[in-house]
């Protein structure tokens, strides 16, 4: 087996394991801020798809990152919310604040996109260029509300 199948077998077991039951972290490491500890990943066809739709709103360190994402839309959203699209590396590439319901937002070079509760960017002081980090913070039992 050469290095790009090694490579490939990795990823598919991990795209095997049920991602919903791993909470994150988010950092804004330039300015020492927090934005979600309780961020949930919606990286497979349906989760991405279904979004935030359903929820009555998301809590304080809440939030979803959509893998891979270019663009979102708040359709039949009954809450605003702040967007953050990353690229690669996790750089601030746009940031979107209080995004009311009937939107559409994209960044074509962005790479991913955290969904957070309206104000989050403001609190946390986050701006284009920031870098942020990821990391998991917690293994969770129940199902994901997603």
């Not at 790009?4 to 990795?10: F, G, L, N, V």
Request: glycine share 6%.
């Amino acid at each position: 087996m050469n290095q790009s199948q090694e490579t490939k077998s990795a990823g598919d077991d991990k795209s095997k394991r049920n991602d919903c039951n791993i909470r994150k972290t988010v950092r804004n490491q330039k300015r020492d801020t927090k934005l979600a500890d309780k961020l949930e990943v919606a990286g497979s066809g349906p989760k991405r798809s279904k979004g935030l739709l359903g929820r009555k709103n998301l809590g304080p360190g809440e939030g979803l990152w959509i893998i891979p994402c270019e663009a979102v839309h708040t359709f039949f959203m009954q809450f605003p919310i702040d967007l953050v699209y990353l690229d690669r590396k996790y750089r601030v590439k746009k940031i979107c604040a209080i995004v009311p319901a009937w939107r559409f937002s994209a960044c074509l070079s962005a790479h991913s996109v955290l969904e957070l509760p309206a104000g989050t960017i403001q609190d946390s002081q986050t701006q284009v260029g920031d870098i942020l980090e990821i990391v998991d913070s917690e293994l969770v039992a129940e199902p994901c509300s997603l």
